[in-house]
C-alpha cells in the first residue's frame, strides 16, 4: 500500500506523529534539535513491512533507483506474522484541526484548463478543503452569501496549487482582493473576482455555482470559478508555476458525511492559524462587525 505523508506529520504532538518518528528512526534519521518536522525528510521515499520493519529508504534524487529497490526487497519477503494494533487514541489540533461545529465541509479542486493561446491545460489537479462556519450555513439556508465566507474563498482557495505544498504565506492578503462581486439569488450564485499581487501575480475569475437548501441544512453546494492566472517566480510564497497566463480552474463541491476525506483540514489552517482561517481571531471579528 503507497501512502504520502505530509512531512509536518512530524512535528505533530499525537499517535500519528510519535508512530512516524519510530517509524523513520529505524533508518537511523534524526530530527534537529528542536525541529522534528525536519526539512531535511521531504520527497524521501520508505518501505516498511505491516509491522513497522525498515525495508528500504531512497531519497528524491535516487528515486530513480526505487522501483528495483523495491523488486529487490520483494523477492525475499515474508508477511510478518505478528502485526500490533495501531492505536490513534488523540491528535494534535495544532496540525489536525476540527471542522467547525454544525458547518460545511467542502471539497476544492483546480486545475489548468488552457494554456496559453488555447494550448492544452496540464493533465494534474490540486486538492484542498473549505470549512464554512456554522452562521454562515445559516445565511446560505436563508438565500445569501455571507461576505466572511466569500473572502476565505477568494483569499484561500482561489489560486494555483497544482502539485506544489502549500505555505501559509502563499495566500492571498486581504488587500490583495481588489474585486470580490458575488451575489446569491434563487439558489444561483454568480460574480467575479479580481486578485493581485503586483507584479508577481493575478487572478481574474467568473464565478457561477448552483447553492441549495431544505429544511435548515445545505443540499447542494457546487461553485465553480474560471479565469486567466499568471504567476512569476519570485517574491513571496511559493504557490503555481512559473510561466505565461494560462486558464484556471477552481471547483467547489459539498463533501458528503461520510467522506473520510472530511477529516483533511485546509491547508491553511496548517501549524495553528485554524481561526485566521475561519475569521475567528479578535480584530477579524471586530472588523466584520462593523462593515
Known amino acids: 500500500m503507497t501512502v504520502s505523508v505530509d512531512c509536518t506529520t ?3 504532538e499525537d499517535a500519528e506523529g510519535e508512530f512516524l518518528r519510530e517509524l523513520l528512526s529505524k533508518f537511523g534519521l534524526k530530527t534537529l534539535p528542536g525541529h522534528k518536522n525536519h526539512f531535511g525528510w521531504v520527497n524521501h521515499h520508505f518501505a516498511f513491512d505491516a509491522a513497522g520493519k525498515p525495508l528500504t529508504h531512497k531519497t528524491n534524487d535516487q528515486r530513480g533507483e526505487l522501483r528495483a529497490a523495491l523488486e529487490e526487497v520483494l523477492e525475499e519477503f515474508e508477511p510478518p506474522a505478528d502485526v500490533p494494533e495501531i492505536l490513534i487514541d488523540r491528535s494534535d489540533p495544532h496540525h489536525m484541526p476540527s471542522p467547525p461545529e454544525g458547518g460545511l465541509v467542502v471539497k476544492v479542486f483546480m486545475t489548468s484548463l488552457a494554456g496559453e493561446d488555447g494550448r492544452p491545460g496540464w493533465s494534474v489537479y490540486g486538492r484542498d478543503m473549505l470549512w464554512v462556519r456554522a452562521d454562515e450555513v445559516e445565511a446560505l439556508t436563508k438565500g445569501e452569501f455571507p461576505r466572511t465566507l ?3 474563498m477568494a483569499r484561500y482557495h482561489l489560486f494555483d496549487a497544482i502539485g506544489f505544498k502549500v505555505w501559509y504565506p502563499d495566500f492571498w492578503r486581504e488587500d490583495e482582493i481588489e474585486k470580490l462581486d458575488l451575489t446569491l439569488r434563487d439558489g444561483r450564485l454568480s460574480g467575479s473576482v479580481r486578485l493581485e499581487m503586483a507584479p508577481r501575480r493575478y487572478y481574474d475569475a467568473q464565478v457561477q455555482g448552483r447553492i441549495e437548501a431544505r429544511e435548515g441544512k445545505v443540499t447542494r453546494f457546487e461553485v465553480v470559478a474560471v479565469g486567466p492566472y499568471s504567476r512569476e517566480d519570485e517574491g513571496r510564497g511559493a504557490v503555481g508555476r512559473a510561466g505565461p497566463v494560462h ?12 467522506d473520510p476525506a472530511r477529516r483533511v483540514p ?3 489552517t496548517e501549524d495553528g492559524h485554524a481561526d485566521d482561517y475561519l475569521g475567528l481571531t479578535a480584530d477579524q471579528v ?4 462593523v462593515k
Open 10 to 12: 512530524l512535528g505533530r
Open 150 to 152: 466569500a473572502r476565505r
Open 247 to 258: 486558464t484556471l480552474g477552481v471547483a467547489f463541491m459539498a463533501c458528503d458525511e461520510n
Open 266 to 268: 485546509p491547508a491553511a
Open 286 to 289: 471586530l472588523s466584520e462587525s
